[in-house]
């Protein structure tokens, strides 16, 4: 399966975006998927995972209340809606996807990777 996120920018702090994973290849029903984000200088870190059906989520602590994840199957296509965000919320952000069915918070369960998209929030 191909990934590519896509809804990343700039934006000021206290603001939001929505970013967007397409799957191509494959149909994204296939697959549980995550969201992970890598700042400069910073290990790559996990953010957010949905499972095959969308009905099972998994937050990092950092982000619980302020991003959702969710999916569109019928449009192979999952998002990351991120609210309230802060500088520390600055990183590329990857999506990923993991050809099992229980929660996966690391990046070695991941097969699949789309290039990232830049997300600055300024202060």
């Known amino acids: 399966v191909q990934l590519q996120a896509s809804g990343g920018g700039l934006v000021q702090a206290g603001g939001s975006l929505r970013l967007s994973c397409a799957a191509s290849?494959?149909?994204?029903?296939?697959?549980?998927m995550g969201w992970f984000r890598q700042a400069p200088g910073k290990e790559r870190e996990f953010v957010a995972y949905?499972?095959?059906?969308?009905?099972?989520?998994y937050y990092t602590d950092s982000v619980k209340g302020r991003f959702t994840i969710s999916r569109d199957n019928a449009k192979n296509t999952v998002y990351l809606q991120m609210n309230s965000l802060t500088p520390e919320d600055t990183a590329v952000y990857y999506c990923?996807?993991?050809?099992?069915?229980?929660?996966?918070?690391?990046?070695?369960?991941?097969?699949?990777w789309g290039h990232g998209t830049q997300v600055t929030v300024s202060s």
């Open positions: 290849g494959r149909t994204v029903s296939s697959y549980g």
């Open positions: 990923a996807a993991y050809p099992g069915a229980k929660i996966a918070t690391q990046t070695y369960e991941y097969g699949y």
């Open positions: 949905i499972g095959l059906n969308g009905r099972n989520t």
